[in-house]
């Protein structure tokens, strides 16, 4: 089992810069891929990006892509989601979550999740 805390969130203005932090706790954390998600008011979660369990394969959502970078320590437990460049239409919630399947972008196969961390783009 893997519990999944996110940080890093706040309030940005259109143009600016945030890194969110994902922190792991449970010993097989190196085993999963792992993805943020996020779910803006009244939208379906969608997928941001997705890295496998070494690091080597990543994956981003075209609305993201060239603007963000994910990356993952494993020794420290850590997933990082950095995002530069954000919008106003990147407001949203962004969660954090574990796949024991390998990295993809389907979020049915994310089988633990966080509490989320809320991303405000002002214009």
């Known amino acids: 089992q893997v519990q999944l805390v996110e940080s890093g969130g706040g309030l940005v203005q259109a143009g600016g810069s945030l890194r969110l932090s994902c922190a792991a706790s449970?010993?097989?954390?190196?085993?999963?891929?792992m993805g943020w998600f996020r779910q803006a008011p009244g939208k379906e979660r969608e997928f941001v990006s997705a890295i496998s369990w070494n690091g080597v394969s990543t994956w981003y959502a075209d609305s993201v892509k060239g603007r963000s970078t994910i990356s993952r320590d494993n020794a420290k437990k850590m997933v990082y989601l950095q995002m530069n460049s954000l919008k106003p239409e990147d407001t949203a919630v962004y969660y954090c979550a574990a796949n024991p399947r390998g990295g993809d972008t389907s979020l049915e196969n994310y089988n633990y999740w966080g509490q989320g961390t809320q991303v405000t783009v002002s214009s």
């Open positions: 449970g010993r097989a954390f190196s085993l999963y891929a």
